[in-house]
């Protein structure tokens, strides 16, 4: 139990077009799912955390023009890089907090995204 | 100060040997404390949960003292599968944020 899958799994993209990433919980409901982002040999850092029918409170730093986030369901988180750039290239992952009463994430298999 | 530190290694270790890693963290209202464990160009999966009094699976420990601010995991009789990133997980009481180290890196030598 408790698979997160994400898609697409890579993607690359010419400059300034924008991507959207999906989040989903495949066999339970997720009412926090969650952003983060890994640049080659650093650790994951938070972008974002994304509640079901709420806006995503996003951290320090982290633009929510140019990343929008939308969880539109229970088992559904998108994010979308608008307008990217080759600094926007990067290892995304998501991951869906499993039960209201605990602090267990599990983690989608990331996206590597691109930016030519 | 990070608000979660490791060090990152490499730690290169022949097979079947004894490795342990240490994590520190800054924040004292840290409420829960895990091991995950990342291959390269992965995602993170769970390794364990760290509890206070300390808990065994297999040939993994994991170590939480509140006092010193760290957590520790011990791995014994290592194998060439365990070659992989250990990354400590904080998270903040009240918060359900994850703070990452920045992972330890093993890599276990035939």
């Known amino acids: 139990g408790a698979v997160v899958s994400q898609h697409p799994s890579w993607v690359i993209c010419k400059s300034g077009t924008s991507v959207k990433i999906e989040c989903r919980s495949l066999?339970?409901?997720?009412?926090?799912m969650f952003w983060y982002r890994q640049f080659p040999k650093q650790s994951l850092m938070l972008m974002a955390t994304?509640?079901?029918?709420?806006?995503?409170?996003?951290e320090q730093g982290v633009e929510k023009d140019k990343f929008l986030i939308n969880h539109a369901s229970l088992t559904l988180s998108t994010l979308t890089v608008t307008s990217a750039h080759p600094e926007d290239s990067s290892f995304y992952i998501c991951?869906?907090?499993?039960?209201?009463?605990?602090?267990?994430?599990?983690f989608g298999p990331g996206t590597r995204l691109t930016v030519l | 100060r990070k608000e979660v530190e490791q060090d990152p290694g490499p730690f290169n270790v022949p097979e079947g040997a004894t490795v342990a890693f240490n994590c520190t963290y800054s924040?004292?209202?840290?409420?829960?404390f895990f091991w995950y464990r990342q291959d390269c160009r992965k995602e993170p999966k769970l390794l364990m949960s760290?509890?206070?009094s300390g808990n065994e699976d297999g040939r993994f420990t994991a170590q939480l003292n509140r006092a010193s601010q760290y957590i520790s995991l011990l791995i014994r009789d290592s194998k060439l599968s365990d070659s992989a990133t250990y990354l400590c997980?904080?998270?903040?009481?009240?918060?359900?944020?994850?703070?990452f180290g920045t992972g330890t890196r093993l890599k276990v030598l035939a």
């Open positions: 994304s509640n079901e029918g709420s806006k995503a409170t996003y």
């Open positions: 066999d339970f409901q997720a009412t926090t």
């Open positions: 760290v509890y206070s």
């Open positions: 991951s869906a907090r499993l039960a209201v009463r605990t602090d267990t994430q599990y």
């Open positions: 924040n004292s209202a840290s409420q829960s």
């Open positions: 997980v904080v998270v903040t009481s009240g918060t359900y944020k994850y703070i």
